[in-house]
């Protein structure tokens, strides 16, 4: 089989959709080294990680034959048509314009639709691309695929999708939050960022919607031998957040890093007391797996996907609620006993979202889609 991947954030982005997209072509290429994938991509960056991942038995890297700031949108088709790709999978919410015109069955994936739930949080000119690209490839993708089951509900209420067109294929986290780093490593990376000796740690973004100044607020009524690290992207919210600091007299309490090295992050975490994520809404929540998987107890918030994520045995409170926060974070502090139950079951759990059982789904889903025997549901038709 010859499966081609919408390949752009894979060969550029180092986190996010890069990382959704490398890991499941990798697993992919790994566990069914029978097959050939194809990843198109404009362009590609001068990286490490990213150069490792293009060198990967099985997987070749295509770039345009010709030029166009289209080439994604339109010009790609050719290059399907040419290489003799059996399916298409669009990995981040679009699809080439006309492909079910090609023969050429396709699939994508929809992490979230969080720009229709908070448009506040969009520019009005990205609402409108994001949803014209999402919309379009839902109506015109064989199949698709949500990251959680949250995702798909979003998408059978906001575009009518039919929910037999749907399927739902968690995500795991990279190959390096699954082993513990010894303690000479440990000490190395606590060094090297000044690290508190006990902390609590927060990872995302800095934006409203991943909501840190209810965490902040929590903060003052938490343990006070432990400080609070963010690693995070800084956009306009964090200057909320910031007020918040200085009006609670936090300053000396809350660590900000950013631009950490990939290698350094899982470290992180697993120097980590506690993991608290209050963010008001998430496709998946990939923190929360990577916390799990590095044995890290895991706070979160209620109200979208974050309980598929971490589970039964972490906590969750009401996303604004930060007396119910504190009284959670203090609760697991606390509690060496819980902390121990916590860790333990969370690590049980998160198995669920382990590389291989995601790989074998996701070909499932793509013989599936090949077969022309089975009826696709709301599907244009094929010859």
Not at 15 to 21: A, H, P
Not at 46 to 65: V, W
Not at 167 to 184: L, T
Request: proline share 4%; with cysteine; net charge positive.
């Amino acid at each position: 089989m010859k499966i081609g991947f919408d390949g752009k954030r894979a060969a550029n982005n180092l986190t996010g959709l890069g990382n959704y997209s490398r890991s499941l072509i990798a697993h992919l290429a790994n566990y069914f080294p029978q097959n050939q994938y194809f990843v198109y991509s404009p362009k590609v960056k001068d990286n490490p990680q990213i150069k490792f991942f293009t060198n990967t038995k099985g997987i070749l890297l295509k770039l345009p034959e010709t030029k166009g700031l289209l080439w994604r949108t339109l010009g790609i088709k050719r290059q399907l048509i040419k290489d003799q790709i059996d399916l298409y999978h669009g990995l981040s919410h679009e699809l080439p314009i006309g492909i079910h015109k090609t023969g050429i069955r396709s699939i994508v994936t929809i992490h979230d639709l969080i720009f229709i739930r908070f448009p506040q949080n969009f520019g009005a000119i990205d609402r409108f691309i994001y949803k014209l690209k999402t919309k379009y490839a839902c109506e015109q993708a064989d199949r698709i695929v949500a990251i959680s089951e949250q995702t798909k509900q979003d998408i059978i209420e906001f575009y009518k999708v039919h929910p037999e067109k749907i399927e739902v294929v968690y995500q795991s986290c990279d190959d390096s939050f699954k082993s513990i780093a010894d303690d000479e490593v440990k000490k190395v990376v606590k060094q090297k960022y000044n690290l508190p000796d006990q902390y609590i740690l927060n990872v995302g973004t800095i934006e409203t919607r991943k909501n840190l100044v209810t965490l902040i607020k929590a903060l003052k009524n938490v343990n006070e031998d432990y400080k609070l690290v963010v690693i995070g992207k800084k956009t306009a919210y964090f200057k909320l957040v910031e007020e918040e600091i200085q009006k609670l007299g936090l300053k000396d309490r809350v660590m900000f890093l950013k631009n950490i090295p990939f290698t350094d992050l899982p470290v992180i975490y697993q120097l980590a007391a506690t993991f608290a994520y209050p963010s008001v809404f998430e496709g998946f929540g990939i923190p929360i797996i990577e916390a799990l998987y590095t044995r890290v107890p895991v706070v979160a918030a209620t109200g979208s996907c974050l309980e598929e994520a971490g589970g039964p045995s972490s906590l969750y409170v009401q996303p604004y609620d930060h007396v119910a926060m504190a009284n959670a974070i203090n609760t697991i502090l606390a509690d060496p006993n819980l902390q121990t139950e916590m860790k333990e079951k969370g690590i049980a759990y998160v198995q669920k979202f382990n590389n291989e059982q995601i790989s074998r789904q996701m070909m499932q889903l793509y013989t599936k889609t090949l077969d022309k025997t089975v009826i696709l549901p709301y599907a244009k038709n094929r010859n």
